[in-house]
T-cell receptor, first 109, second 114 residues
Framework: GDSVTQMEGPVTLSEEAFLTINCTYTATGYPSLFWYVQYPGEGLQLLLK?????DKGSNKGFEATYRKETTSFHLEKGSVQVSDSAVYFCALLGGKLIFGQGTELSVKP | NAGVTQTPKFQVLKTGQSMTLQCAQDMNHEYMSWYRQDPGMGLRLIHYSVGAGITDQGEVPNGYNVSRSTTEDFPLRLLSAAPSQTSVYFC?????????????FGPGTRLLVL
């Protein structure tokens, strides 16, 4: 069945560092892909999405490109801030919404 | 507008005890869902509801009951807790006219079953 795999965390970075969180998926058909973010003490929020191959989703300085050839949707940000510390979830929507296991990001000043 | 609220934030139970996890939303959303999240795994759907009086099973429904008597509330009941139910539980809601990816999530309830 469909599945999503994320890189293991926690990821610890210094402020202004470049961020990549890897996400790969397995799916039949052409799913939509998403990144969610969960800030401490809050619920998950949709961060960005891409609905077809080569689409780039972006929001709050984060970007991810739907790569069908490598079945990937890696999350990137050029310069992280302390306020980006959170847990990030990759997800796909085929017949149902399927989440990855989440990657914790900690950004130090 | 509080969004989706969940109580309690954290709970410890002994095996065999029962409890109810509360979930409420004030956005008049028709759809509500319960997920669990276990270490190293993504969120998995337990039960969902498309409106008051209507519920259905998700991917991992065993050991859990739900009911939906009002639009606002969607409690999750554990009738006889087991250590395998130690997890973080998320409630979510959405409007029936929006996509499932736009669900609003609560902050979660951490449950430890000893």
């Amino acid at each position: 069945g469909d599945s999503v795999t994320q890189m293991e965390g926690p990821v610890t970075l210094s402020e202004e560092a470049f961020l990549t969180i890897n996400c790969t998926y397995t799916a039949t058909g052409y799913p939509s892909l998403f990144w969610y973010v969960q800030y401490p003490g809050e619920g998950l929020q949709l961060l960005l999405k891409a609905t077809k191959a080569d689409d780039k989703g972006s929001n709050k300085g984060f970007e991810a490109t739907y790569r069908k050839e490598t079945t990937s949707f890696h999350l990137e940000k050029g310069s992280v801030q302390v306020s980006d510390s959170a847990v990030y979830f990759c997800a796909l929507l085929g017949g149902k919404l399927i989440f990855g296991q989440g990657t914790e990001l900690s950004v130090k000043p | 507008n509080a969004g989706v609220t969940q109580t309690p934030k954290f709970q410890v139970l002994k095996t065999g005890q029962s409890m109810t996890l509360q979930c409420a939303q004030d956005m008049n959303h028709e759809y509500m869902s319960w997920y669990r999240q276990d270490p190293g795994m993504g969120l998995r759907l337990i039960h969902y509801s498309v409106g008051a009086g209507i519920t259905d099973q998700g991917e991992v429904p065993n050991g859990y009951n739900v009911s939906r008597s009002t639009t606002e509330d969607f409690p999750l009941r554990l009738l006889s807790a087991a250590p395998s139910q130690t997890s973080v539980y998320f409630c979510a809601s959405q409007s029936r006219t929006s996509g499932v990816e736009t669900q609003y999530f609560g902050p979660g309830t951490r449950l430890l079953v000893l």
